[in-house]
Every structure is written in C-alpha cells, then in structure tokens.
C-alpha cells in the first residue's frame, strides 16, 4: 500500500511539472502611458480686473507756437489705481498662441504739473503748479505666447493706446492759493509693449473651466502735448504753453473667461 501511494505521488510530480513547462512563461504586459491633457486656446475671451500704475513725464514752456521758455527738463509724475475690462480672440498652432484684443481702463493715476517761470503777483517765489490726473485709456493690439504648460501662457504684446487726463488749476508753487490760471482737459495716445503669464484657474486646485487670471505689465509711451495757460473765467490763453510728454508703466491682475474652453481631453504618447 504504501508503494502504491509513493508511486501515485511520483506521477502527479512528474505531470504538474510537464504541464507548467507546457504553459511557458507568462508574458509582460506594459503599463499604459499617462494621459496628457490637451487644450484648445483658440477661441473669445473676455476678462476684467484691475491694478495700479505710475507716470512721469518730460516738461517745460513754451511760448504759444514759438520757442521754449523754460528749455531745461522738468520730470514730475504721479500715480494711483484702475479698473479693466476687456475683450479678445486667441490661434493657437502647437504650442504657440497668437491673438489680438482690446480694452480699456479707468480710474485714477495722478500727479502735478507746473511752470517754473511764472510769478504771481505780489509773490517772491516764482513757479505755479496744479494736479492732473490719467481718468480712462483705451489700447488695441496684438499679442503671441508660448505654452509652458498645456494650461499656462506666457506671452509679450504691444500696439496703439489712448488716453484722457483732467485739466487742472494753477496754484501758487509757495502759497498754494489760486494764481488765475489753468489748463483744460487733453487726451494723448501713443505705444505700448508688454507682457504677462495667463493660467487657467484649475492650477490652483479649483475646478472652473474656462476661468483663467492673467497677471500683466504694460509701458505706454505717449505723444508730446502742449498744454496752454488760460485765464479762469474767459478762458482765453496767456501765450504760455505748459509741455506734457508722460511715459505711463501699470501692472493689472484679470480674470478671464474662455467661451470655447470645456473639460480637458487626453492623448497618450
């Protein structure tokens, strides 16, 4: 009996091993590539948001439609806060983005203006001064980004901006009283060139699709103004022109809506 057992035990051995060696190894399966998301940027957008700013700006005086009076360089400047909101239409090609937009801005960056050769009567203390201030601007231009992530933007832009500044009342630069003088209201326009990041809100671990912020800096540089002393009252010039040429830098932070922009798809590579 017991050699039967032995001999029943040999023969299972002998057959499980024939049948593994029948069946080989088992074959190695790779895992599956991650999935990258894949974004589309072509499409309207629209954004709004705000931010703040400085300016200085060249002067001097002339004489109305003649030589300058006070030749030398006075820089004075200001500056102060906005509102912005705005509208767009991004291509995307690869990686690259290439889109135009516009927008326009308001608020309130201010400063001081002045004519260092003026004496008001009965003062020792030549010089008047008054406040003007940068209240809205318009831009339109064109903008190209590289993706440095499926769903961040870096990007430059430039192109053509417009301004509007308040007129202003001439004070006495010592006693600061009215000296009967002032200058109207003048717009400006000009370049500008600039950049920012733009980043979908996603990044910050929020679920929106189609929300982004974009953080962006922007230098203006403005066209030459002449700006004419006139007498309160009647208006009329003195003959004395007060010369404005500012140079405008802001930084703004938006938020963005894309219209085309869905839930992420995937590729695999």
Not at 21 to 33: I, M, S
Request: hydrophobic share 40%; aromatic share 14%; net charge neutral.
């Amino acid at each position: 009996m017991k050699k039967l057992v032995l001999a029943l035990a040999a023969v299972a051995a002998i057959t499980g091993s024939a049948s593994a060696a029948d069946l080989g190894a088992r074959p190695y399966t790779k895992a599956p590539p991650p999935v990258v998301p894949v974004y589309n940027w072509t499409g309207f957008y629209i954004f709004g948001g705000g931010g703040g700013g400085i300016w200085s700006a060249n002067g001097g005086v002339d004489v109305t439609g003649g030589p300058c009076l006070v030749c030398t360089n006075t820089r004075t400047g200001g500056d102060g806060w906005f509102g912005t909101v705005g509208a767009g239409y991004d291509w995307q090609s690869a990686n690259w983005v290439l889109g135009i937009f516009g927008d326009g801005t308001f608020g309130s960056l201010k400063g001081n203006i002045g004519d260092s050769s003026f004496t008001a009567p009965g003062s020792l203390v030549p010089g008047i001064v008054g406040t003007t201030k940068m209240e809205t601007a318009w831009a339109v231009g064109a903008r190209v980004g590289y993706l440095v992530a499926p769903n961040v933007l870096s990007y430059v832009n430039g192109g053509y901006t417009g301004t509007y500044w308040t007129g202003s009342t001439l004070l006495g630069s010592n006693t600061g009283t009215a000296s009967g003088l002032h200058t109207d209201s003048f717009n400006t326009q000009g370049w500008f060139v600039g950049g920012g990041v733009e980043n979908n809100l996603n990044i910050f671990g929020i679920n929106a699709p189609g929300w982004f912020m974009k953080t962006e800096y922007r230098a203006a540089y403005l066209d030459r103004k002449n700006l004419q002393e006139r007498v309160d009252g009647t208006n009329l010039p003195t003959g004395f022109d007060i010369t404005f040429k500012p140079f405008v830098q802001t930084i703004s932070t938006s938020l963005v809506y894309r219209f085309n922009w869905g839930a992420a798809t995937g590729t695999r590579y």
